[in-house]
């Protein structure tokens, strides 16, 4: 199967060959682009060297890349997922990876740790009231800095010779320029992206865990009739 996957272009990588390892070949569409902040980056990596964060999470790839590289300490540090644990670990950083690939779970996950404790959170210009309610209702303080915006490209997603889109955001889905065929499989690659979906009359027909190799498991399993 050929699948059609809503990436920024610096994050596809890999992608290829983790589509290739089910039995796919995939291609990068890009509803979305990114535009870097460095002055807030810069005012971010300052405020870690100076201590004022028990904790960094980071809530995907990208402020990995763009921050782990610029710090030379850092307190606790918490990532989504095993890719972007994999990116920090790259500038000798060491994080703990959330038992699941949804924000929501921060919380949970460190319990009553965070109470009196304050978080630095490197993220995109995206609104996430949940976070941040969950971590001041339970006791925490946070320091969100958006250090990138997420832009529309404005460009029709080429979908033509795409047997699947998968859709790995919500932000992906909603801004995206495509046209549906009946022909076309439609993925999710969360439950927070397929409720969005459904919102916009596109209910998916598979929905993966959060990561992409979970969703690629969960196209086999549909393929499979399981």
Same mark, same amino acid.
């Given at each position: ?67 782990? %590289?610029?710090?030379?300490?850092? %307190? ?151």
């Amino acid at each position: 199967m050929k699948i059609a996957i809503t990436r920024l272009e610096n994050k596809a990588e890999g992608d290829r060959a983790l589509c290739a390892s089910y039995g796919h070949d995939c291609s990068t569409v890009s509803p979305l682009r990114s535009e870097i902040r460095a002055e807030r980056v810069a005012a971010f990596v300052d405020a870690v060297h100076r201590d004022e964060f028990d904790c960094l999470f980071f809530t995907s790839a990208l402020p990995a890349m763009i921050v782990a %590289p610029r710090l030379t300490r850092w %307190p606790r540090v918490i990532a989504i997922g095993p890719k972007t644990a994999e990116i920090l670990g790259e500038s000798g950083i060491e994080a703990e990876v959330l038992p699941a690939y949804y924000s929501r779970d921060f919380v949970p996950y460190l319990g009553d740790w965070l109470r009196g404790r304050t978080v630095g959170i490197p993220r995109a210009d995206v609104p996430n009231p949940g976070l941040l309610g969950g971590i001041t209702a339970a006791g925490g303080k946070y320091h969100e800095e958006r250090i990138y915006a997420l832009v529309p490209t404005g460009t029709e997603l080429t979908l033509d010779d795409a047997d699947a889109v998968l859709f790995t955001s919500a932000m992906s889905y909603r801004e995206a320029r495509w046209q549906p065929r009946d022909d076309l499989l439609l993925i999710a690659i969360g439950d927070v992206t397929g409720d969005a979906m459904r919102a916009g009359g596109h209910p998916p027909a598979v929905v993966g865990d959060g990561s992409l190799a979970g969703t690629l498991e969960a196209v086999n399993r549909y393929q499979e009739g399981v």
